[in-house]
């Protein structure tokens, strides 16, 4: 258990206002807030974190580290829903944190936050993203050029079919929400997953790309789109709104196409 921290006023003889945390640690609204701590081995912590307006999951987490315990090991940068950094598994589901209020998330005063599922725990909650990024070379998710720097640069028309094909597709920030949502990485660890697979699906379809027949391969092999079982786990929870399930169906269709024209 932890007490509520006060924030003083560095204006001489004046009071600030109130801050909505404040407000609200005053008039003794928390949650409780079970943490995990340790490793693969590990337990849940339990705090008591004073709750206030618009309050993000991550802003708990952040005020656990600076104000009861700072050990705690977990990982952001951007707080703003970009870089992807922040994922945890909040109430049983993969979520970015950054992003995630508080009072959309909170079950009877209760949160459970733990690192993202079908990774390695680093420590509490920061999990080991490496085997997830390992993947995305095994599916040659990586852009290869077809010019050299001395070229122009090659400009693609938005209106282009290849181009409105991945248009959500590239919003991808790479959070790993998806890959912990995913049956398949679970039962498999082989499977490269659907953050892997819906890159790959947008460089399919860039055609500055000179990687296609690798990247193919590399998609339609063991472990590659034909894995999924188009549950739509991944596209349920992608923060970003994609549907990697829809960019691996479109793998599976240019595989076949690739098969049958014997380009495979
Ligand atoms: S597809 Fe969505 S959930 Fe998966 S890594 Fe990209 S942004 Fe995150
Ligand atoms: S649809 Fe495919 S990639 Fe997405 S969660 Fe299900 S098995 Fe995984
Ligand atoms: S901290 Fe960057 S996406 Fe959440």
């Known amino acids: 258990m932890v007490g509520y921290v006060s924030r003083r006023s560095h204006v001489t003889g004046k009071e600030s206002m109130p801050s909505s945390e404040q407000r609200a640690a005053a008039a003794g609204q928390t949650a409780d807030v079970l943490i995990w701590r340790g490793r693969e081995e590990g337990r849940y912590q339990r705090f008591t974190v004073p709750l206030f307006e618009s309050q993000t999951v991550l802003d708990i987490v952040t005020w656990v580290q600076r104000n009861a315990d700072p050990t705690l090991a977990y990982r952001f940068a951007c707080r703003v829903g970009m870089c992807g950094s922040c994922a945890m598994t909040v109430n049983g589901r993969p979520r970015w944190t950054c992003r995630t209020h508080v009072a959309n998330v909170i079950e009877d005063g209760r949160l459970e936050i733990a690192p993202l599922a079908n990774m390695p725990v680093i420590r509490d909650l920061a999990a080991d993203m490496t085997r997830f990024f390992e993947k995305w070379q095994e599916a040659k998710a990586r852009f290869e050029p077809s010019r050299t720097r001395h070229d122009p640069v090659e400009a693609i028309s938005p209106a282009s079919a290849e181009r409105i094909t991945i248009e959500e ?96």
Do not use: F
Request: some cysteine; overall charge positive; charged content about 20%.
């Open 169 to 264: 597709a590239i919003e991808c920030i790479n959070c790993g929400v998806c890959y912990a949502a995913c049956d398949t990485v679970r039962w498999d660890g082989d499977y490269l997953g659907p953050a892997a697979l819906n890159r790959a699906w947008t460089l399919v379809n860039d055609v500055r790309d000179a990687g296609q027949t690798g990247r193919l391969a590399a998609v339609a092999g063991k472990g590659g789109c034909q894995s999924c079982h188009s549950h739509q786990s991944c596209a349920d929870l992608c923060p970003k709104a994609i549907s990697p399930t829809a960019s691996i169906a479109g793998l599976k269709r240019r595989a076949m196409l690739a098969y049958l024209k014997g380009e495979l």
